[in-house]
């Protein structure tokens, strides 16, 4: 059989193709992580770039693979007290992927919006009480990639949520009945960059109808 030549235009969109494929498996990946609530796991997904950050909710943000580490080690731990877990679940759906690759195949951004249906420890209306509460999860993962010796790797990773809402009362009467403080003894380097929650008159809280934050139009 002879063999086949690729025009380089056809070699381009292979290896862009094979790119965004492998950087959506990176985040089923980490997802996998945190429903096998084994969040440690993830800090090899991530790349040893000085400047990786992770941001999850309104837990604030950690610069730096030390401080990756430290925060997912912290999360993991919090995960393994089994304390206020009777009962947890968080099924994360990420869907509608949209990646950017650039032209050298070398960096990458993406988003993923969230749907998520949940149980854990949280505060219904009349909000006075903790207690193990279904609800929805609804949002988005805005993410930069990097390849790291031939493999790509999370750069930075922020989770953004509009809204965990009670299952009954639903978004438009409570748009948020779980919170996710930073961890005790574990101080954040920035506070969140971007946190919106849902509400029933002007879409998110500090965004008007938009349901950012979104890529660029080129990479």
Same mark, same amino acid.
């Given at each position: 059989?002879a063999?086949?030549?690729?025009?380089?235009?056809?070699?381009k969109r292979l290896?862009?193709?094979?790119d965004i494929?492998?950087?959506q498996?990176l985040?089923?990946k980490f997802v996998?992580?945190?429903?096998k609530?084994r969040?440690?796991?993830?800090?090899?997904l991530?790349?040893k770039d000085?400047?990786?950050s992770?941001?999850i909710?309104?837990?604030g943000?950690?610069?730096?693979?030390?401080h990756?580490?430290?925060?997912?080690?912290a999360?993991?731990?919090?995960?393994?007290?089994?304390?206020?877990?009777r009962?947890?679940?968080e099924?994360?759906?990420i869907?509608n992927?949209c990646?950017?690759?650039?032209? &050298?195949?070398? =960096?990458?951004?993406?988003y @993923?919006? #969230? +749907?998520?249906?949940?149980?854990k /420890?949280?505060m219904?209306?009349?909000?006075?009480?903790?207690?193990?509460t279904a609800?929805?999860g609804c949002?988005?993962?805005?993410c &930069?990639f990097? =390849?790291e010796d031939g493999a @790509?790797? #999370? +750069?930075?990773?922020?989770?953004? /949520?509009?809204?965990?809402?009670e299952?009954?009362?639903?978004w438009?009467?409570q748009?948020d009945?779980v919170?996710?403080?930073a961890?005790?003894?574990? =101080?954040p380097d920035?506070?969140?960059d971007?946190?919106?929650?849902?509400n029933?008159?002007y879409?998110?809280?500090?965004g008007?109808?938009?349901?950012?934050p979104?890529?660029?139009?080129?990479?």
């Open positions: 059989m063999d086949v030549i690729f025009t380089e235009k056809q070699l290896r862009r193709a094979s494929t492998e950087i498996m985040m089923a996998e992580c945190l429903s609530m969040p440690a796991d993830a800090f090899a991530f790349a000085k400047n990786c992770i941001e909710a309104e837990s943000r950690y610069d730096g693979p030390d990756v580490k430290k925060f997912l080690d999360y993991d731990a919090y995960m393994a007290d089994p304390s206020d877990k009962g947890w679940m099924l994360q759906n869907c992927p990646v950017l690759v650039s032209d &050298d195949n070398t =960096k990458a951004q993406g @993923w919006t #969230i +749907l998520a249906p949940s149980a /420890w949280a219904p209306y009349p909000c006075d009480q903790e207690k193990l609800h929805w949002g988005k993962y805005v &930069d990097v =390849k @790509w790797k #999370i +750069l930075n990773l922020r989770l953004v /949520w509009f809204l965990r809402s299952f009954v009362m639903g438009c009467k748009p009945c919170h996710m403080p961890f005790p003894g574990l =101080k920035r506070e969140p971007y946190y919106n929650v849902y029933a008159d879409g998110c809280a500090s008007g109808i938009e349901w950012g979104y890529l660029t139009e080129k990479f």
